[in-house]
């Protein structure tokens, strides 16, 4: 079956540690997004990537990097620059052009402790 | 200002009530637009695309007024399973940038 998967599904990370969020999808899709949710939160867009070895910053880009080396594979790291990092991530999927919609992996709850 | 805004919620409606959800969007360079589900500590689902013309998909109806920068999505005969958050979706013109709102929350009660 086609799908986006994210892993692992449960991340907990000391303060000062850098952690890498996996993003994986086999539906041949050109773009892939990462967001971040806070609770009772809308979903802000951290990085966007249309194709393989090119990606834009979205709007809360400080303390996130990413890698586009494959189609199928766009991984998150979360530095110890980023403040505030307890959030839940969610990766995103589509077919470049404006009329396509977008599918998301379940998703991976991060936690600082 | 933000890109796309939704108010909040959340909206209590009874089952059998007709509900409606307004978001507004600030660059005109918006080319396509989306209503996303999402219901509570899961990913967001397409719930439909929303077309010029307005388009409807059993019980839910989107409208677009592109003058006014101006997306509406109204649910008939509201049943309980109705209840989550409903994300307005926005894709800038060439860029496949993907911008969602606050989310506005439904909770439809017996």
């Known amino acids: 079956d086609g799908g986006i998967t994210q892993s692992p599904k449960y991340l907990f990370r000391k303060e000062g540690q850098n952690v890498t969020l996996s993003c994986e999808q086999n539906?041949?899709?050109?773009?892939m997004y990462w967001y971040r949710q806070d609770p009772g939160q809308g979903l802000r867009l951290i990085y966007y990537?249309?194709?393989?070895?090119?990606?834009q910053k979205g709007d809360i880009a400080e303390g996130y990097s990413v890698s586009r080396e494959k189609k199928e594979s766009f991984p998150l790291t979360v530095t110890s620059a980023q403040k505030n990092p307890t959030a839940f991530y969610l990766c995103a999927s589509s077919y470049t052009g404006a009329s396509h919609q977008a599918f998301f992996g379940q998703g991976t709850r991060l936690t600082v402790v | 200002r933000k890109e796309v805004e939704q108010d909040p919620g959340p909206f209590n409606v009874p089952e059998g009530a007709t509900v409606a959800f307004n978001c507004t969007y600030s660059n005109s360079a918006s080319q396509s637009f989306f209503w996303y589900r999402q219901d509570c500590r899961k990913e967001p689902k397409l719930l439909m695309s929303v077309y010029s013309s307005g388009n409807e998909d059993g019980r839910f109806t989107a409208q677009l007024n592109r003058a006014s920068q101006y997306i509406s999505l109204l649910i008939r005969d509201s049943k309980l399973s109705d209840s989550a958050t409903y994300l307005c979706v926005v894709n800038i013109y060439n860029t496949d940038k993907l911008i969602f709102g606050t989310g506005t929350r439904l909770q439809v009660f017996p």
């Open positions: 539906l041949n899709h050109d773009a």
């Open positions: 990537s249309q194709i393989v070895n090119d990606f």
